[in-house]
T-cell receptor, first 115, second 115 residues
Framework: NAGVMQNPRHLVRRRGQEARLRCSPM?????VYWYRQLPEEGLKFMVY????????ESGMPKERFSAEFPKEGPSILRIQQVVRGDSAAYFC?????????????FGPGTRLTVT | GESVGLHLPTLSVQEGDNSIINCAYS??????FIWYKQESGKGPQFIID?????DKRQGQRVTVLLNKTVKHLSLQIAATQPGDSAVYFC??????????????FGAGTQVVVTP
């Protein structure tokens, strides 16, 4: 039973390029969450999505960042025109819809390095 | 703003001893709390959770205590083992508010188990 999958695990981009991070939730999960973790810090919420809907994007920077979770395929976190400050670990989590108190299962993360 | 934070950034514990990791939260609307363990280079791994209608919950070698009066959460690890060396995060969710789905993480405590 595969867990949350993220790819790539490591991504290097030059300033100004685009970064695309992918997340496949656990089987049966329809809720996806993205978090960012800077070195030596805790995880910061970015966005919460269900299939084809953004539920809460209060943690997303207003510019250059976008996220989607299409009807088919993985969730994508896109960062346009990356800057050095975007270097971080990006984690995706998923949860099962319908439970009263849910557990978010995390993927292994994508470590983005902007040079 | 509302936040979840940890008292000690690093905890050194001898193998076989018990560990106690503390966490303070400030959001009185929080009603679900989770402890995660994160090993180097990996995503957070669920350890144990507790709802606000409970004071204590036990798992395998772990116990979580919740004191709502002082907004304090703790994780106790019995007979700490080398494999317990990791960063531990507390996270909270205020399910009955519009921030439902957004876990707020503390900064983390590094637990180092010495032989």
């Amino acid at each position: 039973n595969a867990g949350v999958m993220q790819n790539p695990r490591h991504l290097v981009r030059r300033r100004g390029q685009e970064a695309r991070l992918r997340c496949s939730p656990m089987k049966g999960h329809s809720h996806v969450y993205w978090y960012r973790q800077l070195p030596e810090e805790g995880l910061k919420f970015m966005v919460y999505l269900q299939k084809e809907n953004i539920i809460d994007e209060s943690g997303m920077p207003k510019e250059r960042f976008s996220a989607e979770f299409p009807k088919e395929g993985p969730s994508i976190l896109r960062i346009q025109q990356v800057v050095r400050g975007d270097s971080a670990a990006y984690f995706c989590a998923s949860s099962f819809t319908g439970t009263a108190y849910y557990e978010q299962y995390f993927g292994p993360g994508t470590r983005l390095t902007v040079t | 703003g509302e936040s979840v934070g940890l008292h000690l950034p690093t905890l050194s514990v001898q193998e076989g001893d018990n560990s106690i990791i503390n966490c303070a939260y400030s959001n009185s609307a929080s009603d679900y709390f989770i402890w995660y363990k994160q090993e180097s280079g990996k995503g957070p791994q669920f350890i144990i959770d507790i709802r606000s209608n409970m004071d204590k919950r036990q798992g395998q070698r772990v116990t979580v205590l919740l004191n709502k009066t002082v907004k304090h959460l703790s994780l106790q690890i019995a007979a700490t083992q080398p494999g317990d060396s990791a960063v531990y995060f507390c996270a909270e969710n205020a399910r009955r508010t519009d921030s439902w789905g957004k876990l707020q993480f503390g900064a983390g405590t590094q637990v180092v188990v010495t032989p």
